[in-house]
């Protein structure tokens, strides 16, 4: 885990961009973001989150195909690595660990939580 | 395809990014930015979408997006100043007393300079908290003989004190005088109240006009009527602790003494309390009394022109034209009264600290020239200290030539070693600051004693002095580091690491220099404090 170094909206974007598979460029990646989400994203943020996890090696990423909005400029389509997807099913497993062990230990707690 | 009203997006902001951004980063952004524009045409209106676009690519710039920004840059060089710190250190610790010379004589000297600084700046501020100081002005008074005016002048100076009729005199004719104020010279009086007896000596009778002329702030009273009535007093916040502790003593009585030649024995109300008098004020005082009580004790002097016991101050209206008033002064006089030898002058308020000529004055004078020679002590003082730590920091580089030309063959530039030798030299600089606060603290005391002034660091050291004092240090810092470190950076790395030193020679000569001129301003000094000392 500490290894990873995966923020939060980073895991976001990674897992945005695991989702959307061959569509995932910065535009559809931040309207799908901002969907799920719902609030309003910068390309910034977007574009450094993406431009980080690929130095990490989280994702790689290759020019596709331009359409007529982008005035002929090629998208960019990220890929998911295969160590990202090591990572995200690492962290869903922390994550459900912890929660299996509150509704063990404490059930009003977990109760509490839900609710919440 | 093309639309005769094609919507574009703006340029600028392109063109903008186009310098900031990484290049292989623009073909994507700038199709993903234009997209969105597009985008936001279609929802909103085209203006709105426009300043989205240059706001989106505004909100761009994030350093891993940004040019020619490594990301662990500063890793690096951190090693490299920790290096610098370590060996700075290094060379403090080594060479003890060396260190110690060099950071307590420079804090000597900016402590020294620094209370000089303070000194000619209480000088210098004396009566500048009132408000209306540029239109306040007093009177002098004189007497010409009929020939040779300048001997006469000199035998027979101009007075401040003096008679009490040109007060109203002045008022009556001369529209421009807006408020007269006159008090009386320093009187005596004991003040009993209860068990407590106190001989007051600096006590003035005054004009019910003082407040509203001088900026003293009254902390209870009516500024316009607490000196009106005879025998009402206007105690300082210390005084009235003196007599009444704690106790609101408005409305109570001293019992007052009489006043030689100025008033009868009697009870004095409590009009008013006023904050203290600052002590860069040209005159001060414990208390004051109402000059009706003066008045009524002795009516028959207020229209006498020969007697001398009043100080008369005056406010001016905005348009007041001094030279022009001087010319208006002899017939002005001829009309009022009759001696013809008698004249007066007038003194702005700026210039009766440290610029009058006039005697009997109600308080202190400063001396102009006595500031003039204490900045120049001040400053011989401080450049004596820089001088010093040039010296010695020249006179040690020869032992640093080896490490210079070792950090060159690794690989040094000219221009780090420069920043490392001034870094150095501002470590000790900064030091030396430490102690120069501590010698300034010590002294403080003295300084007060000395001086008799109520000197306060933090009237000093306030936000318009603070750029000053930082910009001094900084200076000095890099006056005394600058020879230091642009002589070592200069060294050739092969003629160094085999022994020879070839700058050497300038250098001596630059220190014989230095030091001859060091030596030469300080028996200047000493030669001159031992001749005013012996005069």
Redesign the interface.
Known sequence: MKKTKLGEFEELVLLTVATLQANA???EI?RELEYRLKEKL????I??AL??ME?KGFLTSE?GE??L???G????IYTTTSYAHKVLAEMKEIRAGLWDSIAATVGTVAHELKVI | MMQPTEINPPEWPVKFLRFFLKKEYLEEIEGDMEELFFDHVEQFSQAKAKRMYAWEMLKLLRPILLKNVRHTPTLNQYAMFKNYFKIAWRNLVKKKAYSVINIFGLGLGMACCFLIFMFVQDELSYDNYHEKGDRIYRVTHGYKSAKDSEESAKANPFWVWGNAPIGPALLQNFPEIEKVVQFSGRADILLTYEDKKYQEDGIFFMDSTAFEIFSWPLVRGNPKTVLAAPYSIVLTESTARKYFGDADPIGKSLQGSEAAGRSNAGDYTVTGIMKDVPSNSHFRFNALLSMSTFKKSRPDIFDEWGYVDSYTYFLVKEQFNAAAFKQKIPAFLSRVQKDPNYTISIEPLKDVYLRTSAQRQPGETGSLPNIYVFSIIGIFILVIAIINFMNLATARSMERGKEVGIRKSIGAERSSLIFQFLGESFIIVFLSVLVAVLIIFAALPYMIDFTGKELVILRFVNGETIPFLIGGVLLIGLAAGSYPALVLSGFTPALVLKGITRSAAGGVNLRRGLVIFQFSLSIALIAGTIIVYSQ
Request: proline content about 0%.
């Open positions: 460029y910065g535009v931040k910068s390309v910034g943020s574009q450094s431009k980080r130095e020019f331009t359409t909005k982008r005035g400029k090629r998208k960019r």
